[in-house]
């Protein structure tokens, strides 16, 4: 596994995922990136699996804590905010795939990890997936956490594990709340079809559901180099956080 957190002070990141990750940024900003070692020299388009969290300055001053998951399926950051913490989650959930642990495959590698951990669900990735990220939702909200969870889910939206998900953590799709007359969404990433193509979810809280503004997708490849659409969520962030607040001090940059 490989973690990057840096403040991110005008630099970049020419080759970290195969692409450039962080152009023009602003001094305070901060990046946090999660992806597979086995993938750091894979040498198609587009980068398999992996997280990145990128938090500008009026957010990053906000960070308390940062969890990465240890089977690099997400990053979880807790931000202070007016009489509460958000727990913002960006994940991936690998791809159906019956690649044997030995192979190269994102589901491989976790299968690995899985079995390495003595994980009872190792063997079904996806499976285990699902099953962590409720529990970890689950005990996020036990402490009183609001929750915002952004992933790529290798699922349609509609699927029976999704509305599993909502259903045990509380949490609601906010693409679909901020745009009740869209029906089916649209496709998110470039080979699916209308129909069962939606596979990249927002889910929130209460917090989040008052605080959102607007919600949607671009269109593919406009503003990014990814084979998914880029997703947008726009909060009040006074209603979400409360008043901003900034950064007087650096946090350091870890490679592990």
Known sequence: ????????????????????????????????????????????????GGCTSWFQPDLSARISDTNLDPHSRWIATDMQGEGCVL?????????KAQDAPTSSSISAREKRSLLNSNHT?????????LHDI???????????????????????????????????TGLRDLMELANPDIFPP??????????????????????TTEALLTAGFYGFYSI????????????DTHVLLGPPIHSTTQSKRDLN
């Open 186 to 207: 649209p496709a998110t990433y470039d080979r699916g079809d209308d129909a069962k193509g939606n596979i990249d979810i927002a889910l929130g809280c209460d917090r």
């Open 87 to 95: 727990t913002t989650i960006n994940a991936y959930r690998t791809c």
């Open 1 to 48: 596994m490989l973690s990057v957190e840096s403040d991110m002070s005008l630099m970049t990141e020419p080759n970290l995922t195969n692409h450039r990750i962080a152009q023009d940024v602003v001094p305070g900003s901060k990046l946090i990136h999660l992806h597979p070692i086995s993938e750091t020299t894979n040498s198609s388009k587009f980068q398999k």
């Open 134 to 168: 409720i529990q970890f939702i689950k005990e996020k909200k036990e402490k009183g956490h609001k929750v915002l969870l952004c992933m790529d889910a290798n699922t349609p939206w509609d699927h029976a594990d999704i509305r599993k998900l909502k259903l045990e």
């Open 224 to 235: 990014n180099w990814s084979d998914h659409r880029l997703g947008e969520l726009c909060f």
């Open 121 to 129: 669900l190792a063997l079904k990735p996806r499976m285990a997936f």
